[in-house]
Structures are given as structure tokens and as C-alpha cells.
């Protein structure tokens, strides 16, 4: 065991006095230990309960033979920090969860893991982590919450973060009261739990059914039902088991693996910050994912499901009508099957029993959405290197779209523009100097989007941006334009009045501007000076790569 460093021989007595201190046992030390990491809090809903599934994670693995220790992470809620100077914390939080796993690993020379995310950054921060240590690991969620319910006009409706967004758009237009907004934000989140649309926190905790890396349930069973309960406890089971075949990340996250998890991500018209958190993990597993293999990807993927914010069904339906591994069986043929997973089966084997329990949450591959996944991956002079639009959130009159550029350098200038209803129909408003360098931190958009949705108006003008947007978004937005403004990039030379031409089922994003006129534009621009000078965020901008690699860090 590699926990034996710590345990075994006359030089290692003091260690042992300190884990007699911490309540261990004699017999303690003759058993696998492992990391049991968490990222509860509770200023965030996402992470309330964590302590909770820790718990039972421990009786699990203290069961199977184990000794477990609690440890924790950072854990950042993105809907507190939305539309604040916060919001450039998220992002780099990631690399900063991912060292505190390998960290924690390495320090106490673990013999296994088992990490307990649940929100945004924390899912990919934690797999990168893994993958990076590379020693028996596993994963179990929060899981999501349920869906609110309230009351419009004499008709129940469901809410979630994404309708308060909206709610205040509505707000604005004087189509529903502050009174009414109150209630929605009230009803909204009725439960612990990841935020119950599709968005990026729980996409990326199906894709860890999809990657292998956890049980099958994982990424969708309620945060409060009692199955979470028995998976948690499962999950404890599993990794002593893990730890006796010395079965690790990098067995799991193949190449075949992520492509698998790219291929579900699109059939579920997952959020668009998977195209910055896989390509990571791919990075740390040791291999590179192109960002042009992702149209290759979504051009054989057909959509089959939709949920909030394109649909009003939410994760308990998905749960429901099967969960991931019904949505995997109906793909089976278009994915890799024959790779292990932490269940100590193959992809093949773990479907077996799967089936798809109502067809109206997941449509046959006969009768998609669409013939093309979720999500697409757009190029062109304004985005030499890449953009990317939650192409299932764009309805099919606005997929093609040119019009003319508004251009502003924040997204609290845009905000403060869209609230004063200065935007015309056509409009392309344009945020920049909000990618990885320039925010810093690659801030969300979800304040402009949101809010136009709420005005009614997200099918009449486009949002383009080098930052990125929550999963929650939807209308005709298309973010990671790379290179972003801060490192150069075409977007930087934009002003008001170029004509942009938008062509989702065509992958184009083009100014009507020759290379030349742009290259003479970018020539004239003072140096990009950075927004902060010190801490944590200054550091991060230093070593930060464009979003189109994923947003990795430098070595």
C-alpha cells in the first residue's frame, strides 16, 4: 500500500503517534487509506449536504475494509458570483482544486480517493486531479436538485436558476412586478443540490458516469433521495475494490473515453464549458483533444434530449426516464463500449440492463432533435482558432444570422446597454476582454443573455464574446472566440458597424473585413494592460492558455 510510507517501520513512530491522536487503531494501519474529498459549504445549496454524503461514503469503505479520512477543497457557487468582480474567480478555481487533490494525495500518500463535487468548476477541477495522481479513484455527486414550483396567471410552473435570471429581464419590462420576482426567487432552488437544469455542473456530473469515473446514477439521481443514499455507500464499496485491482484514472480516461463523453454531451445539449473542461482532463491523462474533433464529434450525434434552459424538463426527469445510462444505450453503437469503468465492468456490460423509460424525455435516434448534437464549434476570421455556441439553444430561425456590431469592452458596459434597451433588432453586441487573460478568469455572460431572454428579445440580436456563458444560456450566443482580445485576437479590432456574419449548421463566424484591415486595426491597439496587478488572479493570467486548449495553465 502506498499509505505504508506513512505506517511502517521503527523511523515512521511519529507519524503513527499522530494518527493514534487522530483515532486511529492498531488495525487501522493494516487497511487502505483513503481520501474521502469534499467540497462542502454553506453559503451554496450545491454544496450543503456534502458533509452529509461523506458520511456515507465512509460507512461504506469503513465496511468494505477501509479507513477513510474527510478532507476538503475550495467550492465556488457560479450563481453568487454572476455579474460580480467574483465571477473571475471561477475558472481559475479549477487548476487550484485540481492541485489541492494531488496535494492531498501526494502528502498523506493515499492509497485511493473518493471526491464528492458537485458544482461548476469543482466536477473538472476534481477529474483533473485524478487523472494527475493517477491512483484508484471515484467519484459520487451531490446531485442535482429538484425543480421549484410556483403559481403564474392560474398555471404551476417549474423554475430554476435560469428563470430568475429571466425573471429579472421581465422585471425590467414591467411585465411582471418586484413582488413577482420575490416570489420566483424564493421558489426557485427548493432543495440542497446542484441547479436542476442542464447546466454545467450537472453536465459534467453525468459525464463522469460517461468517462467511467463513477456508478451508474451518479450524475442524476435527486440530491434528496434516498438512492443517493445507497450510491454513496456504494461508492465507499467500490474504490477498496478499485484499490485491490489497481484500477486507475488513466486506465478510465482514455482518448476513447472522452470522445464518449463528448458524443453524450451532445445527444443531452450539455453546456458549452465542456469544450473548456475535457480538453483539460485530456491534457492532464497526457493527450491533446483538438477542438476541430468536436464537430467531427457532434456531425454523427444526434440530439435526443433537451433540458432546462432549452426544454422545461429538468435532471428528475432525466432520472426518470432512465438517466444516463438509458441516453448511452441509445447511443451504444456510436460509442466506445469495450473501455473499464470504476463499477469493474465495461461500458458494455454496465448497459446490459439499461433502458430507455419514456420517450418523450429521450427520443430515439430515428426521431432527434436534430440530426447534429448539441453543441458546435464555429471558425472563421473573427475566430481563427475557434468559437463555440449551445447550438441546441438556438432556435432554427436565428441559426443564421448578419448584422451589425455593438461593440463593448466589459461585460458590465453590455449590461448597463441591454437594461437601457438601446440595441436594435439585428444588432450583433459584441463583449470582449473577458477570455482567460483578459476578464481574468473567463467570465460568464450569463447577465446579458439572461436578461435579454428576459425582454424578449434573445431572437432578434446576437451576443458574441471571448469570455464564456453558463450553461443556463440560451438564444444565439456564441462564446471562447479565440484568440481573445488580450492576446491579439481579430476580435479585438472589431468597431461598431462591421457586418458579422453567424452560420451555426455551416461552423462560420466571419467579419467583412480583409486580413489586411484587420492586421492595420490590431497594429493601432495600444498594449492590452491587465485589470489586476497582484494575487492569485495576476499569477493566473500569466500562465493561462487561450480557451480553445482548454484554459490550461502554463508549466
Known sequence: MRSNVMKKGIERAPQRAALYGAGC?????????????????????????????????????????????????????????????????????RELIADSVEILAGAYALDGLVLIPNCDKIVPGMLMGAVRVNIPAIFI????????????????????????????????????SEADLERI?????????????????????????????????????????????????DTGQAIIDLIKRQLCPRDIVTEKAIDNAFAVGMALGGSSNLVLHLPAIAHEAGFNFPLSRINE????????????????????????????????????????????????????????????????????????????????????????????????????????????????NSEHETTRFIMQGKFIKGDVIVIRYEGPKGSPGMEEMLWPTSLLCGMGREKEVALITDGRFSGATRGLAVGHISPEAAGGGPIAALQDGDMINIDIDNHIIHVELTGAEISARLARLPPFKPRVESGYLKRYLDRVTSASEGAILRD
Open 297 to 408: 464529434i457532434s456531425e454523427v450525434t444526434p440530439l435526443i434530449a433537451k433540458f432546462s434552459p432549452a426544454s422545461e424538463y429538468r435532471l428528475e426527469h432525466l432520472d426518470l426516464a432512465g438517466g444516463i445510462p438509458a441516453v448511452m444505450k441509445e447511443l451504444e453503437a456510436k460509442l466506445y463500449v469495450d473501455g473499464p469503468t470504476v463499477t469493474g465492468k465495461t461500458v458494455r456490460d454496465n448497459l446490459q440492463t439499461a433502458r430507455v423509460k419514456d420517450r418523450k424525455v429521450i427520443r430515439p435516434l430515428s426521431d432527434p432533435y436534430s440530426p447534429t448534437g448539441g453543441i458546435t464549434v464555429l471558425y472563421g476570421n473573427l475566430a481563427p482558432d475557434g468559437a463555440v455556441v449551445k447550438s441546441s439553444a438556438v432556435d432554427s430561425e436565428i441559426r443564421v444570422h448578419r448584422g451589425p456590431a455593438r461593440v463593448f
Open 185 to 233: 426567487e424564493q421558489a426557485a432552488c427548493p432543495t440542497c443540490g446542484s441547479c436542476a437544469g442542464m447546466f454545467t455542473a450537472n453536465t459534467m456530473n453525468c459525464l463522469t458516469e460517461v468517462l467511467g469515473m463513477a456508478l451508474p446514477g451518479n450524475g442524476t439521481i435527486p440530491a434528496v433521495d434516498s438512492r443517493r443514499i445507497r450510491l454513496a455507500k
Open 141 to 176: 455527486s451531490g446531485g442535482p436538485m429538484l425543480a421549484g414550483r410556483s403559481f403564474e396567471n392560474g398555471e404551476a410552473r417549474l423554475l430554476d436558476i435560469s428563470k430568475v435570471n429571466e425573471a429579472m429581464g421581465r422585471t425590467i419590462r414591467g411585465v411582471i
Open 25 to 93: 487503531t492498531k488495525g487501522d494501519l493494516e487497511k487502505p487509506f483513503i481520501g474521502v474529498i469534499q467540497s462542502a459549504s454553506e453559503i451554496f445549496p450545491g454544496h450543503l449536504h456534502l458533509g452529509l454524503v461523506a458520511q456515507w461514503v465512509k460507512a461504506g469503505i469503513r465496511g468494505a475494509g477501509g479507513v477513510p479520512f474527510e478532507m476538503g477543497t475550495i467550492s465556488l457557487g457560479e450563481c453568487l458570483n454572476d455579474g460580480t468582480p467574483g465571477m473571475r474567480y471561477n475558472l481559475p478555481s
